[in-house]
């Protein structure tokens, strides 16, 4: 199993900024690809942004050029720092880890964190 524990959600203005924390703990070997995902209310989750071991990254349209993804895979945590916020990015925000052994695939979820924009 694999434990994942968030930090850096809250309330911003417009324009503001965030950074949001995950770190993994647990059974970390053959984690594979760390990203965040968000679930507007509403709405149904979406991705946000992924970043693999390497360090190759994929991002939501919406949130290219704003949001950068970012891992340190000693510590086994990935970061997310949200910048002009904007109120459509409201929503909880779920760190979301890919792990494989010997080609048995899980996937683990944190217990999300609330981004709040007021415009």
Do not use: H
């Amino acid at each position: 199993q694999v434990q994942l524990v968030e930090s850096g959600g809250g309330a911003v203005q417009a324009g503001g900024s965030l950074r949001l924390s995950c770190a993994a703990s647990g059974s970390i070997f053959g984690i594979t690809v760390m990203g965040w995902y968000r679930q507007p209310p509403g709405n149904q989750r979406e991705l946000v942004a992924t970043i693999t071991r390497e360090g190759s990254t994929n991002y939501a349209d919406s949130v290219k050029g704003r949001f950068t993804i970012s891992r340190d895979n000693a510590k086994n945590t990935v970061c997310l720092q949200m910048n002009s916020l904007q109120p459509e990015d409201t929503a909880e925000y779920y760190c979301n880890v890919r792990r494989e052994v010997f080609s048995f695939r899980q996937e683990y979820w944190g217990q999300g964190t609330q981004v709040t924009v007021s415009s």
